[in-house]
Structures are given as structure tokens and as C-alpha cells.
Nanobody, 114 residues
Framework: VQLQASGGGLVQAGGSLKLSCAASGSIFSINSMGWYRQAPGKQRELVAD???????NYASSVKGRFTISRDNAKNAVYLQMNSLKPEDTAVYYCNADRWPTIYWGQGTLVTVSS
């Protein structure tokens, strides 16, 4: 499975961005897909994930501001980020869980200026 993330960039606090991640290769039987982020000097953390059936899970820090969605026909996962804060600045990674392996995309940088 190959994952290609896009959509990062520089945005002012309060603004919005939408991240996209497209999966290719052996995409059958992918279960959950998700977004993680890693800020400078910090560990990678879960932002949100979504199962093939559409069940979602969010980090408390983004709940109500971010929305994860998935298009199974396009083998893609999206992250709509609204009301962005400077503390959302990080490299965002998408991943795909296809048992027994978890695949990772290359990361896309999101920078939120105050």
C-alpha cells in the first residue's frame, strides 16, 4: 500500500485547511485509515481515524474542529481542519491499517501562524 498525502500549507489562526490522502497498490482489505501528527520535539499523536464502516475517533484537542471522512471508492481519506490554532502546527501523516501491517504516508506540513 502506498499513501500520498497532500493539502498542507501555511494558514493564519482561525483558518481552515483540508488534507487528502490517496491509497494505491494492494488496497483491498484496508480497515481503518487515519491521521497522526508530530510537532517539533514531540511524539507522534493520533488526530483522528475512521473505519471502513465509517466509525470515527478524534483526539480531544481537535474534537469539534476537525472532521475526518473517507471515500472508499477512491481509496482516500480526508481531514477537514477548521478553527486552526498555532498548536496545530505539525507534520501530518496519514496511515492505513491493513492487517498485519500499518502503512504510512510521507507527511505534509501544516503551519498555523498566530
Amino acid at each position: 500500500v502506498q499513501l500520498q498525502a497532500s493539502g498542507g500549507g501555511l494558514v493564519q489562526a482561525g483558518g481552515s485547511l483540508k488534507l487528502s490522502c490517496a491509497a494505491s497498490g494492494s488496497i483491498f482489505s484496508i480497515n481503518s485509515m487515519g491521521w497522526y501528527r508530530q510537532a517539533p520535539g514531540k511524539q507522534r499523536e493520533l488526530v483522528a481515524d475512521i473505519t471502513s464502516g465509517g466509525s470515527t475517533n478524534y483526539a480531544s484537542s481537535v474534537k469539534g474542529r476537525f472532521t475526518i471522512s473517507r471515500d472508499n471508492a477512491k481509496n482516500a481519506v480526508y481531514l477537514q481542519m477548521n478553527s486552526l490554532k498555532p498548536e496545530d502546527t505539525a507534520v501530518y501523516y496519514c496511515n492505513a491499517d491493513r492487517w498485519p501491517t500499518i502503512y504510512w504516508g510521507q507527511g505534509t506540513l501544516v503551519t498555523v501562524s498566530s
